[in-house]
């Protein structure tokens, strides 16, 4: 599909400004992860390049990511954390008096969706009053349940098909999200936005969706994913007690990550001096994952930083010696271009969206098999000269993606879809 001609043919003769309504509900929390550096970068960028179009930015609860420094941006959000707060944490409370906490959480739990359904009111309401054009979506398991007066185009964005090929992988909360989304809200998009072309194609063997399915990839942070510097990696190593060499893995500790391959395969490499860092959040379902680190014997050999900084994640980058990413399905695999952009030469599997991210500037191994990743972990330990190769292609191969090309193909297909 020629995107270029038709979104250049706007430009050319048809300068209507639209307003664009973008849902960004994951910028409301404190701590960011895949889709929500997705939304930040995105949005960061679309306020810098486009000078034409107007936005509404339509946040869960407050603010705390997002600087608007353009007078066509505005923002809208619900203001109840508070209520929120409560139910989640009542939710996960582990006290003793269950019956009371179930209680207060059932309460606020219903307050809870009282107030999700009036902003679902507003926001159609704000929609209608400031007559948007388009509505795009970050978070794929919401869309307003209904718009008013003129057509409206929806889109949503698709990060992958883990619901579909790997379900028993997920936490049961995500997988009815999931589940509603693909029988209620992808129905009713006029167009969706995939990360990848692998997560398009395999989305459309599980669904029989007939509308435009567009790809827009995603980046590094250039500001923070770039090589540290000594000082940095220095302090670093010391506050985490990495030692003088350590491979690095990134991301949550669950299922779809598959790092318990990775613990079999540290357990059997050559060299038993050299730690494993896991950089990432404990997630769910992990329980054979800590009871297999009990079984190997290795569990003084691994660092868990849990959740850090880019700041920290990029020097953790630089001063690896190798950065290994065993998961069985990615939608994108944002890490794998943090590693390369910050000069850590790429160990990854070769299923899912990685190679299509990847190409030849990572050595690639079947996520199913520890003993052919034990055999890529010694060659990239050992052989300095081979180190040196991928993290050139990693810089090549990485100076490929940013975020500005991202919002101007967000743009572009914004532009095809409303001629």
């Not at 065993?326 to 160990?347: K, T």
Request: some cysteine; glycine content about 4%; hydrophobic content about 40%.
């Amino acid at each position: 599909m020629n995107l270029k001609l038709k979104a250049d043919k706007r430009t050319s003769i048809d300068k209507k400004t639209l307003t664009i309504a973008l849902e960004v509900f994951p910028l409301s929390d404190e701590h960011l992860t895949g889709i929500g550096y997705t939304a930040k970068n995105i949005v960061e960028h679309l306020q810098k390049i486009d000078e034409t179009n107007k936005y509404i930015l339509c946040f869960k609860d407050t603010n705390p990511h997002i600087k608007l420094t353009n007078p066509r941006w505005s923002e809208v959000s619900i203001g109840f954390k508070y209520f929120f707060e409560k139910k989640s944490l009542y939710y996960q409370s582990k006290s003793k008096k269950f019956l009371l906490n179930f209680i207060k959480y059932l309460f606020f739990y219903l307050i809870c969706n009282l107030l999700s359904k009036i902003y679902d009111i507003y926001l159609t309401v704000h929609f209608k009053k400031n007559n948007v054009d388009v509505y795009v979506g970050f978070s794929h398991s919401y869309l307003p349940p209904f718009f008013l007066g003129k057509k409206i185009k929806k889109a949503l964005f698709l990060y992958d098909t883990v619901w579909k090929i790997f379900p028993e992988t997920m936490e049961i909360t995500n997988k009815i999200k999931t589940m509603i989304s693909e029988i209620y809200n992808i129905p009713r998009t006029d167009f969706l936005i995939s990360i990848s072309n692998n997560t398009k194609t395999d989305f459309l063997k599980f669904c029989n969706y007939k509308k435009n399915i567009h790809v827009v990839h995603l980046a590094a942070n250039e500001e923070f994913f770039k090589p540290s510097s000594k000082l940095s990696i220095e302090s670093i190593k010391t506050k985490y007690d990495t030692g003088k060499e350590y491979i690095l893995a990134v991301g949550t500790i669950e299922p779809r990550k598959n790092l318990s391959t990775l613990l079999k395969a540290f357990a059997i490499i050559n060299d038993k001096n050299i730690k494993l860092v896991l950089a990432g959040k404990n997630g769910w379902i992990n329980e054979d994952f800590f009871n297999l680190l009990e079984t190997l014997n290795i569990k003084n050999r691994i660092i868990f930083t849990g959740y850090i900084s880019m700041e920290e994640l990029a020097a953790l980058y630089s001063g690896a010696t190798s950065f290994i990413f065993p998961s069985i399905y990615e939608g994108f695999g944002l890490p794998l271009l943090e590693a390369m952009g910050c000069g850590c030469p790429v160990i990854a599997s070769n299923c899912s969206s990685i190679p299509e991210i990847t190409e030849d500037a990572a050595m690639l191994f079947n996520p199913q098999d520890y003993k052919e990743l034990a055999k890529c972990i010694n060659e990239m330990l050992e052989n300095k000269d081979l180190r040196a190769t991928y993290i050139q292609k990693g810089f090549e191969r990485s100076r490929k993606f940013n975020w500005e090309k991202s919002a101007q193909e967000l743009i572009k297909i914004i532009n095809y879809e409303t001629i």
